[in-house]
C-alpha cells in the first residue's frame, strides 16, 4: 500500500518567509516517514511554486491540479496539504481557499477561520462579542487620508502610550510602540510598508506577556498546552524577541494555577469561537486583577527550535511526531 503524499508548503510572500522554511524542515524531520511520505514545496511566488525532492532537484508544482512529475515523467499527487506558510497566503486564506478549491485535505482551520483570525480587527470584535477581553482598536484603510479632525478623534479615542500595527500580519512586523501624538502617523506610514491594506491603533495594554498552544489531543478534541510567560529584552515582543533570542521564556510560566487555567480556558474558548484546526497559538497580556486580555492568534505559529509552542509541547510530554500524525489524520477525516 503507497503511503500518502503530504505537501510541506513553505515560504510564502511576507517577511515570515525564512522563519517558514525554518518550521517546516522540523516538521518535515518530525513527520512519521513509516506512515507518510512528506516533501516540501515552497511558495516562492504567486507564479513559482516548486518541489524540493529527496536529491535536492527541484520540480515545479502545477497550480491548476496542484500536480508534479516525477523523475520517470510520471504525474504525482498530493493526498494531504501541511500548511505552514506564516503571513500571506498561508494565514490569510488564500492557500486554503486554493486547496478547497482542489478538494485536497490541509491541517488548518478554513479559509474563512483563517482570514479571520489574521484579520485583527475583525477577530478582536468576534472576541470582545463573546465576552473575552482584548484591546480597544481603531482601523484605518490603506487611502484613507487622515484630516486633523479624524486624528484628533482617533487621539481621543486611543491617547498615547498605544500600537500601531499592520491589521493584517504576524510576527509582530511592522509593529511600532507610539508615545507621543507626533509618532502617530509616521508609525501609520511604517505599518502600510508591510503591504497591509488597512493598519490598527489599539489601546496600550500593560501586565505581563503570555503565550499558549492549542493542539488536537488524542480524540482530535483541542487541548490547551502549558503556559509560557514572555520576558521580551525589547519594548514588547516583537521579531527580535521573537526570533533572534531577545527575549526569556518560562515555560511553564511561574503563575498561579487558577491564572494559568483561566488563560489555557480563553485560549480553547478563541479556538472554537474562531473554528480554528490543527496547531494554534495564541498570545496573551494579564493585565490587572489577573484579567487574561488576548493579543493575537496565530492560525500557524512557528514551530522553529527557538518557537514558543514545540517548547510547550516538550512540557506536556506530547510526542511531536504522534501529533503530527493525528494532525494529518484528522484533515483527510475532515
Known sequence: MNKPNIAVLAGGYSGESDISIQSATEILEHIDTSRFSPMMVIVESEESWWLVNADGRRSS?????????????????????????????????????????????????????????????????????????????????????????????????????????????????????????????????????????????????????????????????????????????????????????????ITPAEISTELADKIQLNALKAYNLLECRGMVRVDFIVVEENCPAILEINSVPGFTRMSLLPQQLAHAGINVKDLLSRIIESSIAN
Open 61 to 249: 508544482i502545477d497550480k491548476s491540479n496542484f500536480t508534479w512529475f516525477n523523475s520517470s515523467g510520471d504525474t504525482q499527487t498530493f493526498d494531504v496539504a501541511f500548511i505552514v506558510v506564516h503571513g500571506t497566503p498561508g494565514e490569510d486564506g488564500l492557500l486554503q481557499r486554493y486547496f478547497e478549491n482542489l478538494n485536497i485535505p490541509f491541517t488548518t482551520g478554513s479559509s474563512d477561520s483563517v482570514s479571520t483570525t489574521f484579520n485583527k480587527y475583525i477577530s478582536n470584535n468576534k472576541l470582545r462579542q463573546a465576552g473575552l477581553l482584548v484591546a480597544k482598536s481603531y482601523l484605518i484603510e490603506k487611502g484613507n487620508l487622515l484630516d486633523q479632525d479624524e486624528l484628533n478623534n482617533i487621539l481621543q479615542l486611543i491617547p498615547p502610550p498605544c500600537f500601531v500595527k499592520p491589521n493584517h500580519g504576524g510576527s509582530s512586523l511592522g509593529v511600532s510602540k507610539v508615545l507621543t501624538k507626533d509618532d502617530i502617523l509616521p508609525s501609520i506610514h511604517h505599518a502600510f510598508k508591510t503591504g497591509t491594506p488597512s493598519v490598527l491603533i489599539e489601546s496600550l495594554l500593560t501586565g505581563k506577556e503570555f503565550s499558549v498552544g492549542v493542539v488536537p489531543g488524542d480524540d482530535s478534541s483541542p487541548i490547551a498546552m502549558p503556559v509560557t510567560e514572555i520576558i521580551s529584552e525589547n519594548e514588547f515582543f516583537d521579531y527580535e524577541a521573537k526570533y533572534e533570542g531577545a527575549s526569556q521564556e
